[in-house]
């Protein structure tokens, strides 16, 4: 027959175990979360690292831009954004055709389809002119389209 101190000692020890079981595997998960979120870390470093060194290398893979010449500067050209899309809604708000809206800018209407589709790009007085247009309303477009027709300055 057992000793009753060694049954003692085997259920004491079985009851330690079990303890530590339950204590241990939740260090465990809290240490395995740990290191998952140091991983996600780790990539989201690495990858605003690299994000940071990529235009460097833009920057200087491309020749620096050649200064404008005075007669760019002159006609305005870089004080306006244009987009194609941008010119394209204004014009059909405004109620007009290429022919009179190329009237109003001083271009041509296959000129003003060639920059609504992208295929061309207006120069600095036609970029100034469709700014002009951006802000006007029906009443006044329709009559400086009238002055223009009849031949008169607006």
Known sequence: ???????LKVEIVRLARKELRSEVDSI??????????????????????????????VAHARPPS????????ADGADKFRFRASGMASNRKRLGL????FGLLVGASGQSV????????????KNLAAIAALRGVGKREVVERLAALKSGEQP
């Open 1 to 7: 027959m057992p000793n009753i101190a060694s049954v």
């Open 28 to 57: 465990r998960k809290a240490l395995a979360a740990a290191r998952a979120e140091g991983a996600a870390l780790k990539r989201r470093v690495s990858e605003l690292e690299r994000s940071l060194r990529q235009p460097a290398r």
């Open 66 to 73: 050649p200064s404008p010449s005075p007669v760019e500067e």
């Open 97 to 100: 055709s290429a022919a009179d």
């Open 113 to 124: 389809y060639a920059w609504e589709q992208g295929k061309a790009r207006p120069r600095g």
